[in-house]
């Protein structure tokens, strides 16, 4: 049974960061895609950032770029968002996630993947 615990969100003024924590159990694949999305209030979730475990392919959406950066500690099966310059826009309850493959990064609002966290809230305040 996979299991994906998130952790780190909380509030934050504007230009400020949060790192954002999932613990993945029970994984029985050595690779896959795991990716971080986010839903914020009347919107539709969608994807934030994307990795493939054990590569060094990324995905980022357009309005994170530069601003974001997934990671990954093997070692500790845990994957990170570091969530830098905040804006208010980026106000959203964020999921980690995780597929099986044959998978894809580009994942649009996730339906596709299979495993999901319980969510940790982001609210950036201008």
């Known amino acids: 049974q996979v299991q994906l615990v998130e952790s780190g969100g909380g509030s934050v003024q504007a230009g400020g960061s949060l790192r954002l924590s999932c613990a993945a159990s029970?994984?029985?694949?050595?690779?896959?895609?795991m990716g971080w999305f986010r839903q914020a209030p009347g919107k539709e979730r969608e994807v934030v950032a994307g990795?493939?475990?054990?590569?060094?392919?990324?995905y980022y959406a357009d309005s994170v770029k530069g601003r974001f950066t997934i990671s990954q500690d093997n070692a500790k099966n845990t994957l990170y968002l570091q969530m830098d310059s905040l804006k208010p826009e980026d106000t959203a309850k964020y999921y980690c996630?995780?597929?099986?493959?044959?998978?894809?990064?580009?994942?649009?609002?996730?339906?596709?993947?299979?495993?999901w966290g319980q969510g940790t809230q982001v609210t950036v305040s201008s």
């Open positions: 996630a995780a597929d099986n493959p044959p998978c894809t990064l580009i994942a649009g609002s996730g339906d596709g993947y299979n495993y």
């Open positions: 990795i493939y475990t054990g590569s060094s392919n990324t």
């Open positions: 029970g994984y029985t694949y050595k690779k896959y895609c």
